[in-house]
């Protein structure tokens, strides 16, 4: 997995069924969430990891006070977008399911009562409206599958304090109704991963940051949320669009050292972005991807690059990404949403 250029932490030493949680996003769908799938086509490959599941979380933003048909629309347009990538990419096997499906199932629930009397389990510094103001906008169904005294327990908690017991029982449930064996996920996950990796590998990936982070402000972003106002590339990007933000990116990101103060769970905006354009091109066969005068074959060997390069020129490697990008994942992935019919 080291090849991959983004594993923080490697525990994987056999064919494994894994599982990523994401979000949806309100906005545009951003390019940063394909490094799972990048990852599990590479683990193929070495005869590692045989299926991934994706978990939809949309519907945890509930817990926040957002509008329930809103986010089921978001969850079915993310569902959209990933299949497609999954089609384009001809990943490992990809399970996609959401939310609405989780938590329709009385198993699910269990497993949150199992785990809600674990110490710390509760994040007590998020505040908002009580758990019994999102039940009440919890379809019939759904409310059918909660234990009654699972709902009487947690009525009064505040609803956003619940979202680590939710995750942590996600990942427990997904163990045992699916088999899953790993969780691969972004570093801020930590908070999460504590928990579950008392019954579950665990495999962590660097995080994007947003193109405007500097050394002394670093501004990271979740992969699979694309927020209004962020300078990020997005699927729905143009080829011009494309380019000009991968100039401006390598513009802002010249000199930044390769992980931002210093810290693995950061890396440079640009390089990030290099690793997935050389990955994206690798996993569908094309020949190694020129940087400069280097042809680059993995997300390591990208790595690799610019520690001995150096980042004061990254500009002179902008249109070589751009191009990449554009070839091997934006333009594929709207070649095949449109064949489907599906707009970004």
């Not at 009064?156 to 088999?179: I, N, Q, T, W």
């Not at 665990?202 to 962020?230: C, H, N, W």
Request: charged share 25%; aromatic share 10%.
């Amino acid at each position: 997995m080291r090849s991959f250029g983004l594993v923080l932490s490697e525990e994987i030493g056999e064919p494994t069924k894994f599982y990523y949680g994401m979000s949806t996003s309100r906005y545009s769908e951003p390019l940063d969430q394909l490094d799972v799938m990048l990852l599990m086509s590479k683990l193929r490959k070495q005869g590692l990891g045989n299926s991934l599941t994706i978990f939809v979380a949309g519907r945890f933003a509930q817990l926040n006070g957002r509008d329930r048909d809103e986010l089921v629309d978001s969850e079915k347009k993310k569902v959209s977008v990933l299949s497609a990538v999954a089609t384009v990419l001809d990943s490992v096997p990809v399970v996609l399911t959401t939310t609405t499906g989780l938590w329709s199932d009385p198993a699910y629930w269990k497993e949150v009562d199992r785990f809600r009397e674990w110490d710390g389990i509760l994040d007590k510094k998020r505040n908002g409206l009580p758990f019994s103001r999102v039940y009440e906008s919890f379809e019939p169904e759904l409310k059918q599958a909660m234990p009654p005294g699972l709902v009487s327990a947690i009525s009064e908690v505040d609803a956003p304090s619940l979202y680590r017991l939710f995750e942590v029982a996600e990942a427990s449930y997904m163990r045992k109704k699916m088999g899953i064996q790993a969780k691969a996920g972004p570093a801020f996950e930590e908070e999460y991963d504590r928990y579950i990796r008392n019954f579950m590998q665990i495999v962590q990936l660097s995080q994007p940051l947003d193109f405007r982070s500097t050394a002394k402000k670093i501004k990271p972003v979740v992969p699979y949320i694309g927020k209004q106002g962020e300078d990020r590339v997005f699927f729905s990007d143009g080829k011009m669009e494309l380019c000009m933000k991968m100039k401006k990116l390598a513009n802002r990101a010249s000199g930044q050292p390769i992980y931002l103060d210093g810290n693995p769970k950061f890396m440079n905006p640009f390089v990030r972005m290099s690793v997935l354009a050389v990955e994206a091109a690798a996993q569908q066969d094309s020949a190694p991807v020129m940087l400069g005068s280097a042809p680059m074959s993995n997300g390591a060997a990208v790595a690799r690059l610019f520690r001995k390069a150096g980042t004061g020129k990254l500009m002179k490697y902008a249109s070589a990404v751009s191009e990449c990008i554009w070839a091997y994942a934006v333009k594929p992935v709207q070649d095949e949403l449109k064949r489907r019919g599906v707009e970004l």
